[in-house]
């Protein structure tokens, strides 16, 4: 649904304008590939499935607590000169770094599903294992669309809908 909703909530709910929108996409790729480096060094000898729940949860809080705080007034206001770098810094760069945790550790731990899968059923079986995650993340991806334009039309947003 974020990625869905992201231009909608950029225009409509932050105000940011297309010059904003190339910063925070800017800050996005940044974090995300920066996390991956980072994660992958960050992971060797530890263990997978903490890392992976602390990214994910790390990436609501970064993501979502921002877009809560603008409705309750605690987000500066946007005439401040800290309104969209921190917008960019929070839901760009921190939530997609943290977001590279779970990527990481999903494609680790589902090779170590893989490995202990051979090991019980003494055959390797990883094309139905990623086949199915595969088509998990598909479907998630499908029904988070789907949902997003059900908002968009409950909200009554049409082609040419003035952002002021």
């Known amino acids: ?25 800017c800050g996005m790729f ?53 309104y969209f770098p921190l917008y960019v810094l929070t839901t760009g760069f921190l939530a997609h770094f943290a977001s590279a945790a779970a990527t990481v550790m999903g494609g680790s731990m589902l090779g170590d599903v893989t490995d202990l899968d051979e090991s019980r059923q003494g055959r390797r079986r990883e094309g139905v294992i990623f086949g199915a995650e595969s088509f998990g993340w598909k479907a998630l991806v499908g029904i988070g669309s789907l949902i997003a334009g059900f908002t968009v039309d409950a909200v009554g947003l049409a ?6």
Do not use: H
Request: one cysteine or more.
């Open 1 to 25: 649904m974020s990625d869905a909703l992201g231009l909608y909530m950029a225009t409509y709910f932050w105000n940011v304008g297309t010059e904003g929108l190339f910063w925070w996409g």
């Open 30 to 82: 940044t974090g995300l590939f920066t996390g991956l480096t980072f994660w992958q060094r960050f992971a060797v000898g530890r263990e997978k499935k903490p890392i992976y729940v602390g990214g994910s949860v790390a990436y609501l809080c970064f993501f979502c607590l921002p877009y809560g705080m603008k409705v309750a007034g605690w987000w500066p206001g946007e005439g401040s000169p800290l």
């Open 159 to 164: 082609p040419g809908t003035p952002t002021e």
